[in-house]
């Protein structure tokens, strides 16, 4: 009797401590996966917030449509940090202690992030697709970050090379937010410089979340650059950019993904076109035409053509169309969405049960994860896409592709 029932014992204990095992994942339940983000949604940069949140939620939606992932939906607890580092701290620690979420998703900001990953980290949570370039969130000590885009520093290579090849510009300044995130932008230029032989010309600084760039201004036009890398959001870029040209100063302006393509050209109005931005995904319009650089000149060529290229720009616009009808596409909510795709497609690949330990080890795997066209790969690094694409916006207010003739770049990765 004893030996019939002991096998039963055993197998009952060993779907016990399975149980067990399962229920101590935190953000799992039979039901549902939940994630958590710290993010702006108020003050100057709440565009980028929103328009990220946006993304990850149709990214869900469709998953959770399609039965969610291995039955379970996925779930989203967004609180606002406002672009305060402070505030992400304190959001981070609750969401990982009061919300008891499985990963942490689209962080927005390098100052934010800088603060809120050691306390991720300490908890082994995952820090996934935070909206920054930084170079520090790159550092392999980091294990739990997972980044999506490229980098600060690629971002900047690309407009540095851009400036001096195809527009023969050498003369360049910086106009940067004085944080983390400013700093970042601004080291990003001076290593693509130095790698020419080329110093800054000038700079200017302004406070974080504040349009207070005035000083920074005029700083710059002292130094006479012809070309200004603006490293900020929307909000101070556009103050800058105004103010420039009311005095006169127009050099030609550059700037990166991280200052909301959309947002800035609302801010702009018709004082946008011209305007030159590095992005890290795909134009959310799908091929919009391009602008080609021929002996330093830009000429427009082709129109709007396809809504659809890479697929995944596709199934975006119609999700975003039918879900929140009415809101124009960006590369901001783009980013979004190709984050909550990574999740569901790991999750997928991990298996059943859901595990933080598979997830992050993602990032020692070689293998391609195509999201429709868009690729990405990590290969022993926790980044895992390298595309920049530089755009311009056009005098009706829309992004292009800028396309460099024979000997220059193709204005990507």
Known sequence: MQRAVQPRLCAAVLVLAASLAHAEEAGVDNDSITFGQSAAFSGPAQDLGIGVRRGIELAFAE?????????????????DDAYEPEAAIANTTELITQENVFALIGAVGTPTSRSAVPVAHAENVPYIAPF???????????????????????ETEKI????????????????????????????????????????????GVYPRNTTAVKTGLLDLRSANPDAVVLVGAYEPVASFITWAKQIGFEPHF?????VGSNAL?????????GIFVTQ????????????????????????ESSATSPPIVGHYRQLLARLFPGTPPSYVSLEGYLAGRLVV?????????????????????????????????????????????????????????????????????
Do not use: H
């Open 280 to 303: 890290v995904v795909p134009p959310p319009g799908g091929d919009e035409g391009a602008v080609i650089i021929e002996n330093g000149l830009l000429r427009t060529v082709g129109d």
């Open 132 to 154: 920054t370039g930084a170079a520090f969130l790159r550092d392999r000590q980091w294990s739990t970050v997972i980044n999506l885009r490229a980098s600060y520093y690629q």
């Open 254 to 258: 550059m700037t990166i993904s991280f």
């Open 345 to 413: 497609s790991i999750l997928e690949g991990c298996g059943e049960p859901p595990d933080r330990v598979c997830f992050l080890e993602t990032m020692n795997d070689d293998r391609v994860i195509d999201l429709g066209g868009f690729s990405i790969r990590f290969g022993n690094d926790n980044q895992g896409s390298d595309a920049v694409f530089l755009t311009v916006v056009d005098d009706q207010g829309r992004y292009r592709k800028v396309v460099e003739t024979a000997g220059g770049a193709d204005g990507g990765e």
């Open 63 to 79: 998953a959770n449509e399609a039965g969610g992932v291995f039955g379970r939906t996925l779930e989203l607890v967004s609180l």
């Open 265 to 273: 050209i609302e801010k702009l109005g018709p004082a946008s076109n």
């Open 160 to 203: 540095v090379d851009f400036l001096t090849r195809s527009l023969d510009i050498n003369r360049i300044g910086v106009f940067y937010q004085d944080d983390s995130f400013g700093q970042a932008g601004l080291r990003g230029v001076q290593i693509a410089l130095e790698r020419r032989g080329l110093e800054m010309v000038g700079t």
